[in-house]
């Protein structure tokens, strides 16, 4: 349901991936298990200067050669191991190989061989066998999109045979070191130890790892520990990488589909920031611990349709300022998620603003519930009703019908009135504050309800299916992807909280909220445990009326 229009630049073919292999050669040290690292040329046209891992393509006889392989081992693993065997040796001469009783190749072996020579026949008339069943594949990595130069690489690790001394070839690799995972990760970020990104996050995974038997032990399965194809971002100006389960990759997938390197991440409140040609965010300033980097109001519409606003925000002067200036003043109407102190004020200012020049805009919400406090009051000039569709139409240059239509969602939880929007033509879910980037939002009663709050994920859920919602647009925080599987997180998230809940009055059943928050939020700072005892108040209504316990 994109339309490829409105993309921020027009979208590229990615360079094609070349397959390639690098291998992790382990040992125990003596303060804990070390991997073996080379500083690569400074002429080289890859990661020039970089510590790397041994490795390279994968070529078409490395999947001929005979070794010995393990049943879990197909084709494309038989392969890629016996290029990392190959490569460690060209490179390092390093020789993952088995003698004719099956020990490990010696240094004598390894002299007898020339490292530019062809190394399986050499092998062969040695009577050295590769052994590819030691080497286990830990991670899948494809080169990101932006890059000129892209591997699809899988990251395979192998223990060190005994009583063989890494030689670099002085050509394409220099210096090779042993190094344990953390101490790396501290020179890399003193400057001492250049890395790139994904040699990087590869040691992050292998650092939390106390010794080679664990490592082995997670690559039971034949199964990689992740895969990432990474997206890059700019970070205040400066080129930064996310993997998926990053915070802003979402965001990126979304404004650069092909992976363009232009999108500025950083939290900025001066100007608005495109998301899509017709979609702007501009975070308003008001950053503190309940709102994160601040409120995300957001501009839907273009010159042609005029403008529409969501969520205007607390009523700042300067934020409404701006959002006069970027819509030229062509506001057709704003519409509020729910009536909390940070989404509708600046709303109502501004509808104030404009009245005041003669120009009438109307406001959309619900109105405030019977529940809500004196800072919650929302009165909305034109209450919407469940599945109204908001629209803005126009005419584009060559004479075409536009339109952007918003559909309102009623989601009741987080506050009675609080609803979500769907822009219908792209499938993108505004969700104010039902559903956050980086956080769980509050539920606080009595206008919050926790069983309602989980019915309305319910819906959500049900729309993104039904509609092909990808990108959720919260109030607080990055876009987030993959929308079906961030609702049912979200909801798995709340029902585990809940059944802690359960146990802590179970395990006290004399004690206060004070006694269950201690228990049922032991993984939270206790910092935190008086706006969680707000969330918790939630559940403990649901429980009772629901005679859980």
């Known amino acids: 349901m994109k339309r490829p229009q409105y993309f921020l630049r027009e979208q590229r073919q990615p360079v094609a991936t070349r397959r390639a292999a690098t291998v992790l050669l382990l040992r125990e040290g003596p303060e804990g298990m070390q991997v073996l690292m080379t500083r690569r040329s400074e002429k080289a046209s890859f990661a020039p200067g970089a510590y790397v891992f041994p490795g390279g393509a994968v070529d078409p006889g490395d999947g001929q050669a005979s070794g010995v392989f393990r049943d879990g081992q197909d084709a494309t693993a038989r392969a890629d191991a016996m290029a990392a065997i190959r490569e460690s040796f060209e490179e390092l001469g390093v020789l993952l190989c088995k003698r004719a009783d099956g020990s490990w190749a010696t240094q004598t072996d390894i002299e007898a061989l020339d490292r530019s020579g062809p190394f399986f026949e050499q092998c062969q008339r040695l009577g050295l066998t590769p052994a590819a069943n030691e080497v286990h594949l830990l991670a899948h990595w494809i080169t990101d999109r932006d890059m000129p130069k892209r591997f699809d690489v899988p990251f395979l690790v192998a223990p060190m045979p005994p009583g063989q001394t890494p030689i670099a070839d002085e050509a394409e690799q220099f210096e090779p070191v042993w190094v344990a995972p953390q101490a790396a990760l501290d ?12 040699t990087i996050r590869t040691l992050e995974r292998m650092a939390v790892h106390a010794n080679i038997d664990a490592v082995m032990a997670a690559l039971a399965n034949e199964r990689p520990l992740f895969v990432s194809c990474p997206r890059g971002g700019l970070v205040k100006g400066q080129d930064e990488r996310f993997m998926e ?10 404004v650069s589909p092909d992976g363009q390197l232009f999108h500025e991440l950083s939290w900025q409140h001066e100007r608005a920031v495109p998301l899509w040609r017709h979609v702007q965010r501009l975070t308003a300033p008001n ?6 980097p601040g409120t995300n109001t957001y501009i839907v519409g273009e010159p042609a349709t005029g403008y529409a606003i969501i969520d205007a925000g607390p009523a700042d002067d300067s934020h409404l300022d701006r959002l006069e200036a970027i819509t030229h003043g062509d506001i057709r109407w704003l519409v509020c998620t729910h009536s909390h102190a940070d989404h509708s004020p600046g709303a109502v200012a501004l509808q104030q603003r404009l009245r005041a020049r003669g120009i009438e805009v109307p406001l959309y919400g619900v109105p405030s519930g019977p529940n809500a406090g004196p800072a919650a009051e929302f009165h909305p000039s034109h209450p919407v009703t469940d599945e109204q569709v908001l629209v803005l139409r126009g005419r584009s240059e060559a004479g075409e019908e536009i339109s952007h239509s918003l559909r309102c969602i009623f989601t009741p939880g987080h506050a009675a009135n609080h609803v979500c929007l769907l822009l219908e033509e792209d499938a993108l879910l505004f969700s104010g504050d039902h559903i956050l980037n980086g956080s769980t939002t509050i539920i606080n009663p009595p206008d919050g309800h926790m069983d309602d709050y989980l019915k309305s994920l319910d819906r959500l859920a049900s729309v993104a299916e039904a509609e092909g919602v990808s990108y959720i647009l919260p109030a607080h925080g990055h876009v987030l992807g993959k929308a079906g599987a961030v609702i049912a997180h979200l ?3 709340r029902l585990a909280r809940e059944a802690k809940v359960i146990d802590a009055m179970r395990a006290k059943p004399e004690g206060d909220e004070d006694d269950w928050v201690a228990l049922a939020y032991a993984d939270t700072p206790s910092a935190l445990w008086p706006m969680a005892k707000r969330s918790m108040a939630a559940h403990l209504q649901r429980i009772r009326d629901l005679g859980l316990v």
């Open 491 to 493: 909801k798995a998230h």
């Open 245 to 254: 389960h990053d915070m802003a990759f979402a965001e990126l997938e979304m």
């Open 187 to 198: 020179a890399h970020r003193a400057g001492r130890f250049f890395m790139i990104f994904p």
């Open 287 to 292: 950053a503190n611990v309940m709102t994160g």
